[in-house]
């Protein structure tokens, strides 16, 4: 059961809009409410019916407010949390959905002070290329994981709303500590984003840019899809986690460099091998999360 009568939402865009939508299709009915730096993305997320207000004050809008979440991109959350610091109630839990934990960590600590004890790190492992109120639909949570970036200074009971507001939202909880978290999506999603980025980056800047992309099919579009996502945000990420990304780029290179050895000296043994390795791997990480994903939906 959500403990929280009105939450407020900094960031009603993918991720903070199917956060209001998820609570209310799973019949949340205290106050959303939300801010937003555009006031008019504000005005539009109110007539989607995702929050209860737009526009008010700092003031009126933290007034009873028991959870702040920020689902802003990570750069901003000490600027955002020093503009809300003099209206936030004594009481507020803070939490937030970025994709990068030791960085946004060091900010709320030092921002906070001793109030980082009601900051409980989180971070949804779901998502889109699509951005905006527009793009936030009610499911996008159910059978996926939230990571839990859980601190010393945390209260189990603060802990626990946080993670009962995201199981009423479908996911399912994980919990890693800061660096671990980061350590583990530098490989599996920031790395992603850095190639599919890098990829795109390579034909359009190519001589033959046009003719490349007339003939591009699903291959290039299921690899560069994630092209899509918000630049802002990546640049943010990837600034963010460079310590764990470049050794994850770094050792991605020296992978590539084998497999280019292997083809110019016309091993098909050796690359097939990698190609057979990489496609029993694949598919045994599909049918698990597949699995959790279906029997989280049939509970």
Not at 36 to 41: L, Q
Not at 45 to 74: C, Q, Y
Not at 186 to 207: E, I, K, R
Request: hydrophobic share 45%; proline share 4%.
């Amino acid at each position: 059961m959500i403990a929280f009568k009105k939450i407020v939402i900094c960031g009603v865009g993918l991720i903070g809009g199917s956060v209001a939508l998820a609570l209310r299709k799973a019949g949340y009915s205290g106050r959303v409410v939300g801010l937003e730096r555009n006031s008019d993305v504000l005005v539009r997320a109110h007539k989607l019916g995702i929050l209860d207000d737009a526009g008010s004050s700092l003031g009126e809008t933290f007034k009873d407010a028991d959870l702040l979440m920020l689902a802003v991109p990570v750069a901003q959350t000490a600027k955002v949390l020093e503009s809300f610091l003099p209206y936030l109630p004594d009481n507020i839990v803070i939490t937030d959905t970025g994709s990068t934990k030791s960085d946004v960590v060091a900010m709320a600590r030092n921002v906070l002070g001793d109030r980082v004890a009601r900051f409980v790190p989180a971070h949804p492992i779901a998502g889109s290329e699509s951005n905006g109120p527009e793009a936030a639909f009610a499911t996008l949570f159910e059978g996926k994981k939230t990571v839990i970036a859980q601190l010393p200074e945390n209260s189990e009971t603060d802990v626990a709303q946080v993670a009962a507001l995201w199981e009423t939202c479908g996911a399912i909880i994980h919990y890693l500590t800061p660096a671990g978290h980061d350590r583990v999506f530098a490989t599996v999603s920031h790395l992603p984003h850095l190639l599919a980025y890098g990829l795109v980056d390579y034909v359009a800047n190519h001589p033959l840019s046009e003719l490349f992309f007339q003939y591009a099919a699903s291959g290039f579009r299921d690899f560069t899809r994630i092209a899509e996502s918000s630049p802002e945000m990546w640049r943010d990420i990837s600034l963010a986690n460079r310590t764990h990304l470049l050794e994850g780029l770094d050792a991605y290179m020296e992978e590539l460099f084998r497999m280019r050895a292997l083809l110019a000296d016309s091993n098909g043994a050796g690359l097939d091998a990698i190609f057979a390795n990489a496609r029993q791997a694949r598919m045994n990480w599909r049918c698990a999360i597949e699995s959790v994903e279906t029997g989280n939906k049939n509970k």
